[in-house]
């Protein structure tokens, strides 16, 4: 674009619909000396919520006990007869329950979170079966309400159940003491011991909740670089039928969507103009999306490319034979919102030139514009892509909470889920490299057997990249490829090359890129970074990862432009 001209940019966020969460669940049953006359009965609701339960492999539920200390009775599990054995081996304990302060739910919620994994966040509950404080520990409650506050701070639905009549030795309950059970539970999740019937019916109500997660809020956030400034009244949100609620704020920009249904397109645009010419940096780094689902949890933050614009002069009106032409949309990188809910987000900028004015009739010289760019059309493109995956016994290093070779196939997995395959019109193949490189599945669109090929991936020693990049660009050259299709690379390593020269690996770099568009991924911090850049078709498509999120962010981003790789075409005359 040029100084003197206003661009429009348009982010795209298409929520996809997501899979059904499991469900984990931790019943807390209190067998101190205040549950003497009911625990039997206490006993039986928490047996009888475990029997409603639909015990698949993604249900795991767990036992712990309450008297002086907490204890676990069972580990969470997807076997239904440890757990209910674990409930009927709970044994009334005959010491006072104020005899020493301790966090009720903690252990409950420790199990919860060890259960945990980054791929998906699970429905967690927590079934509270217990009395409330006695006369003159009022403090001791208030502090469990706060514990209980943390807990469901983190998404977790504390389900209280309790007592009204129970009768106790001393210290005596207050005919109020129940109150303290309702305070800690979540909201419409407090019930009377004798409605047992109606603990089962919740615990149900939130498995299938879990089933048809959602999406329900949507937030954009945009952060403009120093080196753009915001078109005034420009911004603007669609569909129109969400009514998105747009907040502006200097550089920072707000588009809300509520109610959205699952597989919704939604669209922010905003034109700016920028401020010096050069190279600059769209939006700042920490642009982002965010998806709250209908259980009220948050995603995490998606980012949104910061994309960088090369800003030209504004040369002044010369003769032509011809209005200069307009300059149309190019597409930029992407970033795709999960969390539990996925999304994706594609950004797309574009300006139009001034037309000059026409030539007259005498004879002279004619000036044609020094450079022009070529717009592409998502909706019309697609991609035969190659992800070449470093395999060499690095990869088996802990990265968050597993392995880098982990990450690597949950985010190959994500980004097969992105593509139009199935007679969608896009391709891909799978290889990985170490000393050598084994294609796993060659150029296709059958998604189920290139995500058997994911799981196949093993790791032996040595890192080949040149090889890599030959077999990929043979890939891509060969018959399998379909001739309208853009011809993409895509390797992921967490290293420098150990085996072959870096000259080597250049050389190979510069014969993969002819004609294709190389991105290079760097998971982790020993990446050369300078020297992969290089490696990269162009030095922005050198994406770096510094752990498992942020890779899957990285592919979901590659996994949008993919349509139009590179974004804006510049070429010559």
């Known amino acids: 674009m040029r100084v003197c001209d206003e661009a429009a940019v348009t982010v795209t966020l298409v929520v996809t619909r997501p899979k059904p969460l499991p469900l984990h669940v931790v019943f807390l049953v209190a067998r101190h000396l205040l549950m003497f006359d009911h625990l039997d009965e206490a006993k039986a609701v928490a047996r009888d919520a475990a029997n409603a339960l639909e015990f698949t492999n993604e249900t795991r539920v767990g036992v712990v006990s309450l008297s002086v200390q907490s204890r676990t009775e069972q580990e969470l599990t997807s076997d239904k007869g440890k757990v209910l054995s674990a409930i009927n081996g709970i044994r009334l304990d005959q010491v006072n329950p104020t005899a020493r302060y301790y966090d009720w739910l903690a252990d409950a919620e420790d199990l919860l979170a060890a259960a945990r994994s980054e791929a998906i966040s699970p429905v967690e509950i927590i079934v509270l079966i217990s009395t409330g404080c006695p006369s003159g520990f009022e403090s001791y409650c208030q502090r469990q309400q706060a514990s209980s506050g943390r807990v469901q701070g983190k998404g977790v639905t504390v389900i209280g159940v309790c007592n009204p009549n129970a009768v106790v030795p001393p210290p005596a309950l207050p005919r109020t003491h129940c109150n303290d059970i309702r305070a800690m539970a979540s909201q419409g999740s407090y019930y009377d011991l004798r409605q047992g019937s109606r603990v089962q019916a919740r615990l149900l109500e939130l498995e299938q909740q879990g089933k048809d997660v959602a999406p329900k809020v949507v937030q954009l956030i945009e952060r403009l670089a120093p080196g753009f400034t915001l078109v005034a009244g420009s911004a603007a949100g669609a569909p129109a039928a969400l009514a998105p609620r747009i907040q502006i704020n200097s550089d920072r920009m707000l588009w809300e969507w509520k109610d959205v249904p699952a597989d919704s397109v939604l669209t922010a645009t905003y034109r700016v103009k920028p401020k010096a010419e050069g190279s600059a940096q769209l939006r700042l780094a920490d642009s982002a999306a965010t998806v709250e689902d209908n259980l009220q949890r948050l995603s995490r933050p998606y980012l949104v490319p910061t994309r960088t614009l090369l800003v030209l002069p504004c040369a002044p009106p010369t003769p032509t034979a011809s209005p200069e032409p307009t300059q149309t949309p190019t597409t930029a990188p992407s970033a795709t919102p999960e969390p539990s809910v996925t999304t994706a987000a594609t950004a797309t900028a574009s300006a139009t030139a001034t037309a000059s004015p026409s030539a007259t009739s005498r004879p002279g010289r004619a000036y044609l514009p020094a450079l022009m760019r070529r717009a592409c059309k998502p909706a019309e493109q697609h991609t035969d892509v190659v992800l070449a995956i470093d395999a060499s016994s690095s990869m088996a290093q802990l990265a968050g909470g597993g392995t880098r070779i982990q990450a690597a196939q949950a985010a190959a997995r994500r980004f097969m889920e992105l593509l139009a395959l199935g007679g969608g019109g896009d391709q891909a193949a799978l290889l990985v490299f170490n000393s050598q490189v084994q294609v796993l599945a060659g150029l296709g669109d059958d998604r189920t057997a290139l995500l058997a090929a994911v799981d196949r991936i093993g790791l032996d020693r040595g890192t080949r990249i040149d090889l890599a990049l030959d077999v990929a660009a043979g890939i891509l050259a060969g018959q399998s490829s379909r001739p309208q299709n853009n011809k993409v690379l895509v390797l992921l390593t967490d290293g420098r090359p150990d085996q072959g020269s870096e000259g080597q690996m250049l050389e190979a770099a510069g014969r ?62």
């Open 512 to 573: 993969a890129g002819s004609g294709r568009e190389v991105y290079v991924v760097g998971l982790g911090d020993e990446v050369g970074a300078d020297l992969m850049r290089q490696v990269a078709s162009r030095p922005e498509n050198y994406l770096a990862a510094p752990g498992p999120e942020e890779l899957r962010a990285v592919y979901e981003a590659v996994a949008g432009q993919l349509p139009c790789p590179g974004g804006v075409l510049w070429g010559g005359f």
